[in-house]
């Protein structure tokens, strides 16, 4: 058995003789090659979805320090994070009662508060804080876990991004 292929060429007939070896260098480069355009395809994919924003919305409880010493009310906080690589800017926010029900908005804005819409840039975030009362009344009027309250903002591009987990039990709530 000889280690060479033999095809021909259309035209004069003639032949040529190519060496085994070199249609397995041929296979395996063309293979490499296919797998570097599908890395390279994924990796594009990945690249798309980071240069977007991508916002993150968390609650927390939350007191104020004043100068004299004293502390504030407890206060629930939500705070939004971009964590994406393009800004945003965030219009909204609230705390839903439950999935699709009402939701518990902010008409006048505590200190310390960001005001809206607020634009967050890329790695940056915002924190705006309600009063635990309001969070325990509607608690009450509701009849809802504070865990099904969860909170959210809304982006200038009309997409509402929600908490993964619902508001933390205000100490003054009643057990």
């Known amino acids: 058995m000889t280690n060479h292929q033999t095809f021909s060429v259309s035209g004069p007939s003639h032949t040529s003789v190519m ?61 939004a994070h971009n964590v994406g690589s393009a800004a945003v800017t ?23 508060s960001a005001a809206l819409p607020h634009r967050l840039e890329s790695g940056s975030s915002m924190d705006v804080h309600v009063q635990a009362s309001h969070v325990v009344e ?16 809304r982006l200038g591009t009309g997409e509402r991004i929600y908490a993964k987990k619902g508001v933390l039990r205000p100490s003054i709530a009643p057990k």
Do not use: C
């Not at 060496?19 to 390279?40: D, I, K, R």
């Not at 909204?92 to 310390?112: D, F, H, T």
């Open 19 to 79: 060496p085994l070896w070199f249609s397995a260098a041929a296979a395996a480069v063309g293979m490499v090659g296919g797998l570097a355009g599908v890395a390279s395809f994924i990796w594009q994919i990945i690249t798309w979805r980071r240069s977007t924003h991508h916002v993150r919305v968390a609650t927390a409880r939350s007191w104020f320090t004043y100068e004299s010493g004293d502390f504030s009310e407890e206060l629930v906080v939500v705070s």
């Open 90 to 112: 965030v219009e909204a926010w609230g705390i839903e009662m439950g999935r699709k029900g009402e939701s518990l908005n902010v008409l006048k804005p505590l200190v310390g």
């Open 138 to 153: 509607a608690h009450g009027k509701f009849r809802l876990p504070f865990s099904k309250m969860r909170p959210w903002v």
